[in-house]
C-alpha cells in the first residue's frame, strides 16, 4: 500500500515563486498605465491623432464609405459605419488606454494612446 504523499519545503517554494512570478507579470504588463489623452485612428488615407479632451465628430474615408467616429467626453466610440455587421459600433465606448476597435471591410483602426510614461519606456516600446 502506498503512503500520503506529503509536501516538501522545496514544493512550497516552488509555489510561492510561481504565484510571485504570475502576479509580478501581471502588475508589468497592466499595471502602471498612462492616462488615456489622445486617439490614433489610421486607414487607407493614414494615420491621424486627435486629443481625447476635445468633443468632435470624426469622419474618416475608407473602401466602402464614410466611418464617422465621435469623440466625447475623454472617451470614443464609431457612431456610424457603412460596414454589414456593424461590430465596430457594438464595441461600444473605449475609454482606457490601449483599447481599441476596428470596422475590417472599411479598414479603419481606432486605439485609445496614453501620455507619456514617466520613465520613458513602456510595454509598447519592446
Not at 508589468?28 to 479632451?53: M, Q, V
Not at 483599447?99 to 519592446?126: H, K, S
Request: proline share 6%; net charge negative.
Amino acid at each position: 500500500m502506498r503512503g500520503r504523499y506529503r509536501p516538501k519545503p522545496l514544493d512550497y517554494a516552488a509555489l510561492l515563486l510561481s504565484v510571485i512570478t504570475v502576479v509580478g507579470a501581471g502588475l508589468y504588463a497592466y499595471g502602471d498605465r498612462a492616462e488615456p489623452s489622445e486617439i490614433s485612428i489610421e486607414s487607407d488615407e493614414g494615420t491621424f491623432l486627435f486629443p481625447l479632451d476635445v468633443d468632435r465628430l470624426v469622419s474618416v474615408q475608407g473602401p466602402i464609405g464614410a466611418t464617422q467616429i465621435e469623440i466625447q467626453d475623454g472617451r470614443v466610440h464609431v457612431h456610424e459605419s457603412p460596414c454589414r455587421d456593424k461590430i465596430c459600433i457594438a464595441a461600444g465606448w473605449l475609454e482606457a488606454t490601449g483599447q481599441w476597435t476596428a470596422c475590417l471591410p472599411n479598414r479603419v483602426f481606432l486605439r485609445v494612446e496614453g501620455g507619456p510614461v514617466e520613465n520613458g519606456v513602456d510595454a509598447q516600446t519592446f
